[in-house]
């Protein structure tokens, strides 16, 4: 295959050190590669590298440059945001006419950074009003807010309001809710709700305040991950880790070391 293919070649025009170092280079592109199904890159390192009877005039400078372009591309490329809730069918229970705050508990499985609020616009046709949305944590510490509008992007089923992003820990513990239900409508997820929770996303409970004049923590639970409202929403990317900054180092280094042996 093209890791163990693309190591013997290295191995034979370069020192064996060098040769266990490419062997690790490329199984991490091999493996990107087939992870994020980026058939063009897989095509062009299978033809680059993998066949040695053919690449006998590529010496290890170039391999050391085009391996570090590869795989700090792959590792460091565009990442696509995350909707922490995506709704397919709203149900026939919408309800509201009242200045609830609502929403939900959650934990992030992993460290991310949320850039967006997001509210409910039942049959996405609008807002008939402006609306807060905030993110806690899980003490009420206020963390961001923002005010959604039918001026909005939409994204499915929600107006999203950007933030300047935050982080949130994996394994902590945060609350997000959004305000003021008198004029648009609220769902809850089990009452008829088609919807689909992202994996990083872990909810824990369903959150409420009543009365609740202007935008404030949701103090009270609901006590069931199944009973919880979609009427707040955020968007984030996955923080990398440190396995990828170490591996976008490694690229930048072997397309210097290429540069430095040319």
């Not at 040695?52 to 010496?59: I, P, R």
């Not at 409970?205 to 009365?211: A, H, K, S, V």
């Not at 949701?218 to 991950?225: A, D, F």
């Amino acid at each position: 295959r093209i890791a163990a293919r693309g190591a013997r070649f290295v191995t034979a025009v370069t020192t064996p050190a060098a040769g266990r170092l490419a062997a690790r280079v490329w199984q991490e592109i091999d493996n990107r590669c087939l992870k994020t199904a980026n058939r063009a890159l897989h095509f062009f390192i299978r033809q680059f590298c993998g066949e040695s009877e053919m690449s006998q005039t590529v010496n290890a400078a170039a391999i050391g440059r085009w391996a570090g372009i590869i795989l700090t591309l792959l590792v460091a490329g565009p990442v696509r945001a995350q909707v922490a809730i995506e709704v397919q069918d709203a149900g026939p229970n919408a309800f509201g006419g009242s200045a609830w705050t609502l929403g939900f508990e959650f934990v992030p499985q992993v460290d991310i950074s949320v850039d967006r609020l997001g509210f409910f616009d039942l049959d996405a046709d609008g807002l008939a009003g402006t609306h807060g949305v905030a993110l806690w944590d899980a003490s009420g510490t206020l963390i961001s807010s923002a005010f959604v509008s039918s001026s909005d992007p939409l994204i499915g089923f929600y107006r999203f309001s950007a933030i300047s992003p935050v982080v949130l820990t994996a394994g902590n513990s945060y609350v997000v809710g959004s305000h003021d239900f008198r004029t648009d409508d609220a769902i809850r997820d089990d009452r008829g709700v088609t919807s689909t929770i992202d994996p990083d996303i872990n909810i824990i409970t369903g959150r409420w305040r009543f009365p609740s004049g202007s935008l404030q923590f949701p103090n009270i639970s609901t006590g069931s991950p199944t009973v919880f409202y979609n009427t707040a929403n955020f968007t984030f990317t996955r923080v990398p880790e440190m396995q990828s900054h170490l591996l976008i180092l490694i690229g930048l280094g072997l397309w210097a070391a290429g540069r430095h042996l040319a």
